[in-house]
Each structure stands twice: as structure tokens, then as C-alpha cells.
């Protein structure tokens, strides 16, 4: 079966610095993967999706995710935070059959000014 | 434009009400999904949908329904509301012909059951 793990509830970076959201997945073949973020009161938005072609992906406002199939890692990274950047982001992992995605628990980032 | 649209986006309603929160998709898809998600918690899929007449119920049992009358909605009933329904639901869809996942978000329907 598969499964998400996102390591952090809670992220807190500064505006400007660098940000590194952590999943993991679990998956007997390989999966499909994608980041969401959710701002409050907003529905789901995809960051970025892994579908088997290159490791190293780019998404949405700066955003990039590294495929790493020996670690089973598929951690989120952003360059320089930006205020706007403040939101709950989920790791997601589709099933083998195409039908269903299974969601982490979810990381709340926040940025300090 | 193709999108996903939920209404309300915002109820409070007594104990014992029906109700019935509509989704609909321009996207031309054929799966459709619901999905209930407590504050501050994740997604947990309730009820999906691969077409016309099709529906299938999620990893989460629901006391709602729902029907799947036309291919471009996928309204989801509660008989009788109660307090432990209070939650967002997110209604999404995906392409039939996509083996790679992707779902498609609407903006939610936040509920609140008194």
C-alpha cells in the first residue's frame, strides 16, 4: 500500500531564506507524486507533480521538489520565502491504479518578517 | 474557462436539516471526488465517482450520499445534518483517460452543524 509522510507539522523561516518541507512516501512501485498548497479559506492549489520523467522538478512560484528513489524522498524547497508563501502544504501519492491519492497530514509554513 | 465550482462556500445550519452541497466541473472530466477535511488536518476521501451512474464510497465512511446524474456534477447529501459533520468538504475531479493522478480542487465548503 502507499503512504505519505510529511516529518514537520509546523516550518517557521524567515522572508528571504531558504525553506525545506520533508516527505517521504512509501510505494511498492513508482508513484506518481505532488506537492498542494492550501491558503486559508482557499481550496487546493498543485505546486508541482513527479510522474516518472525528471528527477528534479519545478512548479509553481519557485517552488522545486527532488525525486530520490533511494531515500523515498520527495522534499519541497524554495530558494528565498516570500510572505505570500504562507500556507499549508501537502505531499501527496497516487495509487497504483490511477484512481486515488493519498494525502500527508500536512505542513503549516510560516514566514517571519 | 474550465474550473470547479462548489456551492455555498459557507453554511451553519441546525441539528436534523437536510442538506446538499453541489459541485460542478467545466473541466470535462469524468472522475469526480469528495473529500472531508477537519481544521488543521489532512484530506480523507469519502466518496468518488468514474462517470455517469457510478459512484463509490472512500477510504472514510460517510453518513452522506451522493448521486452522479449528469458528468458535470456531483452533489453530496446529508439526511440529517449533526454537530459531528461539521467539517470542510473539498470536491475535486480528474481525467478518466489520466493514469498519473492529478485531481483538480475546487474551493470548499466549510460546514457547520449546530
Known amino acids: 500500500a502507499q503512504s505519505v509522510t510529511q516529518l514537520d507539522s509546523h516550518v517557521s523561516v524567515s522572508e528571504g531564506t531558504p525553506v525545506l518541507l520533508r516527505c517521504n512516501y512509501s510505494?511498492?512501485?513508482?508513484?506518481?507524486l505532488f506537492w498542494y498548497v492550501q491558503h486559508p479559506n482557499k481550496g487546493l492549489q498543485l505546486l508541482l507533480k513527479?510522474?516518472?520523467?525528471?528527477?528534479l522538478v519545478k512548479g509553481i512560484n519557485g517552488f522545486e521538489a527532488e525525486f530520490k528513489k533511494s531515500e523515498t524522498s520527495f522534499h519541497l524547497t524554495k530558494p528565498s520565502a516570500h510572505m505570500s508563501d504562507a500556507a499549508e502544504y501537502f505531499c501527496?501519492?497516487?495509487?497504483?491504479?490511477?484512481?486515488?491519492?493519498?494525502f500527508g497530514k500536512g505542513t503549516r509554513l510560516h514566514i517571519l518578517p | 474557462e474550465a474550473d470547479i465550482y462548489q456551492t455555498p462556500r459557507y453554511l451553519v445550519i441546525g441539528t436534523g436539516k437536510k442538506i446538499t452541497l453541489e459541485c460542478s466541473q467545466t473541466?470535462?472530466?469524468?472522475?469526480m471526488y469528495w473529500y472531508q477535511q477537519d481544521p488543521g488536518m489532512e484530506l480523507h476521501l469519502i466518496h468518488y465517482s468514474y462517470g455517469v451512474n457510478s459512484t463509490e464510497k472512500g477510504d472514510l465512511s460517510s453518513e452522506s450520499t451522493v448521486s452522479r446524474i449528469r458528468t458535470e456534477h456531483f452533489p453530496l447529501t446529508l439526511e440529517s445534518a449533526r454537530p459531528s459533520h461539521t467539517s470542510q468538504y473539498l470536491c475535486?475531479?480528474?481525467?478518466?483517460?489520466?493514469?498519473?493522478?492529478?485531481?483538480?480542487f475546487g474551493p470548499g465548503t466549510r460546514l457547520t452543524v449546530l
Open positions: 513527479y510522474t516518472s520523467a525528471a528527477t
Open positions: 475535486a475531479s480528474s481525467d478518466l483517460g489520466s493514469r498519473r493522478n492529478e485531481q483538480f
Open positions: 510505494s511498492s512501485y513508482s508513484p506518481s
Open positions: 501527496v501519492v497516487g495509487d497504483v491504479r490511477g484512481d486515488k491519492i493519498i
Open positions: 473541466m470535462g472530466h469524468d472522475k
